[in-house]
């Protein structure tokens, strides 16, 4: 069978790898000259399969008003003339109940556990270097209330198997000294000790390397995708700058180029970007760098160390997406980061860069089939797509190649994803926790 996968970030490079290792002839079109080069790129860096709450939930409608207002705020919104805009913020709102939050954070749960438990066969597997580490992580909070529902968040995981302990101020900083400059601001913090970090760009590139050196993928780069040709209930052509591609089945996974192909099938997908930015900053050996990946969820900015560099990444920002970096922006993140842990590396040495996570309103990827019979997703990943690449890759791969996913795909899928399910009975993800 020959699969042409669309897009070659970290998403469309997995799906590549899964399908050739099966044996299936692949083809990769990507616009870049390399892979992993736009939103793959200089993310957080942090594996966060336990830390998987969705945006909408209860604690994002009492913080909107207040992040709308403020300068200072996380969270960026600029209106447009844009229906697309609206109707996501329309969407986002609606995902925002308690009982959708918590369907929702289990369905994310079940598939960061696989995802860890994927990704660690490929590491296992492919010996790749990716300045991979087991940091565990701490998400720090800043106001009483907001750890308070945070230890409610963290019970209520714990019945589905996320190994989670609360810290007390005083804890958080033993067990991060690199937080020292701000003890006496935290209530305290959640200790992951499963998560892991790495860098996301390396990861794309290594395992293209391999997928193309071992498993025979072609990857056609510096080639932009035009648009997929129709003909009845499924799509015969790929129109790219080089020409035609034609497969038996197709993988749309453009990140944030999906939704206007795919409108331009009949296909609306719940997307939008949502613009971050990110420093990675020199550490030397006189520097106190965390060794944890953290979390300051105030201030919703995120540190991982990445071998001999520290990558901080924050900031949601609802505006025009081009890769222009607002200078006010970025001087902020960096500004609260040294506020945070001044002596975590060299500031002045910062390399800077912007990318859009490509959200659907309530965080979860759109997986699985499309009303074409061989168009399938594999996008909208938002703030997790490293995280959950490898769980997305394999499932989808597993399906195009007629075997049964290890998870139900229907939580995932365009059609029947905001259908009500009992949480409860979704099953246990402890499968890949340790
Ligand atoms: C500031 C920030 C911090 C983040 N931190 C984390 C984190 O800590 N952990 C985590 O798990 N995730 C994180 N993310 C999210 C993560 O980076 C994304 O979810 C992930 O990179 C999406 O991967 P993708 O392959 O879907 O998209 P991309 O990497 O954007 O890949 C899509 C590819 O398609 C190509 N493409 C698009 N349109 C066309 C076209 N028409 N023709 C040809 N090629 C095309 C693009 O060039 C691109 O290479 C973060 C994101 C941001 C912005």
Not at 114 to 127: H, P
Not at 142 to 168: C, I, N, T
Not at 237 to 265: F, I, K, M
Request: proline fraction near 5%.
């Amino acid at each position: 069978m020959h699969v042409c996968v669309l897009g070659g970030g970290v998403v469309g490079v997995t799906t590549a790898y899964f399908l050739a290792r099966e044996g299936h002839r692949v083809t990769v079109v990507e616009q870049h000259p390399e892979a992993g080069v736009e939103t793959s790129f200089a993310n957080g860096g942090q594996l966060s399969y336990s830390y998987v709450a969705p945006l909408a939930g209860p604690s994002a409608l009492h913080h909107l008003p207040a992040w709308l207002l403020s300068k200072t705020a996380p969270l960026l919104f600029r209106p447009r003339l844009s229906l697309a805009q609206w109707t996501w913020c329309m969407q986002f709102l609606r995902h925002c109940t308690t009982d959708r939050s918590r369907q929702t954070t289990v369905e994310m749960l079940l598939l960061g556990a696989y995802s860890k438990a994927v990704m660690n066969d490929v590491m296992l597997d492919e010996g790749i270097d990716f300045a991979h580490s087991k940091s565990g992580k701490l998400v720090v909070y800043r106001d009483p209330v907001e750890f308070e529902g945070a230890k409610r968040q963290m019970e209520f995981q714990a019945k589905f198997g996320a190994e989670q302990s609360a810290l007390d101020a005083k804890a958080c900083v033993l067990a991060e000294p690199a937080l020292y400059a701000v003890g006496d601001k935290l209530a305290g913090g959640i200790l992951t000790p499963s998560e892991d970090a790495g860098d996301c760009y390396l990861f794309t590139r290594e395992l293209g390397r391999v997928a193309k050196e071992k498993y025979g993928v072609d990857f056609l780069f510096n080639n932009r995708v035009h648009g997929l040709i129709r003909e009845g209930g499924k799509v015969v052509a790929v129109r790219t700058d080089s020409g035609d591609v034609n497969a038996d089945l197709y993988v749309l996974a453009l990140g944030n180029g999906s939704s206007e192909l795919a409108a331009d099938l009949g296909i609306r997908l719940p997307m939008y970007p949502l613009k971050g930015y990110s420093l990675t900053v020199p550490v030397e050996e006189a520097h106190q760098a965390p060794a944890l990946s953290v979390t300051d969820l105030h201030h919703k900015i995120v540190y991982a160390k990445l071998g001999q560099h520290l990558r901080i990444a924050g900031m949601v920002d609802m505006t025009p997406t081009d890769s222009h970096v607002d200078a006010a922006r970025i001087e902020l993140l960096r500004s609260q980061a040294a506020a945070t842990m001044p002596n975590a590396g060299d500031y002045s040495g910062a390399q800077v860069w912007t990318g859009a996570r490509p959200a659907t309103p309530d965080s979860k990827p759109l997986l699985g089939k499309t009303n074409l019979s061989n168009l399938h997703l594999n996008t909208g990943h938002g703030a997790l797509g490293f995280t959950l690449a490898c769980a997305s890759a394999k499932l989808v791969a597993d399906t195009l190649c007629g075997r049964s996913p290890a998870l139900d795909l229907a939580p995932y899928q365009l059609a029947g994803r905001n259908v009500r399910r009992d949480y409860r009975k979704l099953g246990s993800p402890n499968l890949a926790l340790n």
